[in-house]
T-cell receptor, first 109, second 113 residues
Framework: RKEVEQDPGPFNVPEGATVAFNCTYS??????FFWYRQDCRKEPKLLMS???SGNEDGRFTAQLNRASQYISLLIRDSKLSDSATYLC??????????FGAGTQVVVTP | EAGVVQSPRYKIIEKKQPVAFWCNPI?????LYWYLQNLGQGPELLIR????????DSQLPKDRFSAERLKGVDSTLKIQPAELGDSAVYLC???????????FGPGTRLTVL
């Protein structure tokens, strides 16, 4: 079993719609959690950190469920520019990011 | 503020040749990371530096890969000799300290022929 698992997608989302997807992790000792966004042939860019209480940044909402060991990302009012691959990355106590393979989101007009 | 700088952006070499990648982290970032990313996969950590000390190199194939971070600032990752399977994107990232957010450079896309 992979340490971090994500649905590869693609999630085809009409512009203006809401899309949500999860990421499961196996290391119960994971300390910090992040969502990164990666455009085709570009580097990963930090989208948001995921706090225990959940957090919201504009149209993006991240949640953490420690009991079930997953994090989620919800995108509201999807824009064409949201088309990308979303990588989740829990860390261990040493700060080592453990990336999933990513979930591809395609927002269509 | 300047981001993480990497060079070259692209490199094409023949197998068995050596290759080196350079990274300059964000100013003030003590922790530097080298990742490898294959197509369709997330980045995988190769080595992590705390200042000039390599504190996690368990995933670095030491028979052919080496890295250094002299003076605790910029870093070089070397492969000698390169193999066909080394074709990938090599990403450098930095953070203020471990457990802080990591910021990635644009990567070096290596093709081994």
């Amino acid at each position: 079993r992979k340490e971090v698992e994500q649905d590869p997608g693609p999630f085809n989302v009409p512009e203006g719609a809401t899309v949500a997807f999860n990421c499961t992790y196996s290391n119960s000792a994971s300390q910090s959690f992040f969502w990164y966004r990666q455009d085709c042939r570009k580097e990963p860019k930090l989208l948001m950190s995921v706090y225990s209480s959940g957090n919201e940044d504009g149209r993006f909402t991240a949640q953490l469920n420690r009991a079930s060991q997953y994090i989620s990302l919800l995108i509201r009012d999807s824009k064409l520019s949201d088309s990308a691959t979303y990588l989740c990355a829990p860390t261990d106590s040493w700060g080592k990011l453990q990336f999933g393979a990513g979930t591809q989101v395609v927002v269509t007009p | 503020e300047a981001g993480v700088v990497q060079s070259p952006r692209y490199k094409i070499i023949e197998k068995k040749q050596p290759v080196a990648f350079w990274c300059n982290p964000i100013s003030g970032h003590n922790t530097l990371y080298w990742y490898l990313q294959n197509l369709g996969q997330g980045p995988e950590l190769l080595i992590r530096y705390e200042n000039e000390e390599a504190v996690d190199d368990s995933q670095l194939p030491k028979d052919r890969f080496s890295a250094e971070r002299l003076k605790g600032v910029d870093s070089t990752l070397k492969i000698q000799p390169a193999e066909l399977g080394d074709s990938a994107v090599y990403l450098c990232a930095s953070s203020l300290a471990r457990n802080n957010e990591q910021f990635f450079g644009p990567g070096t896309r290596l093709t081994v022929l």
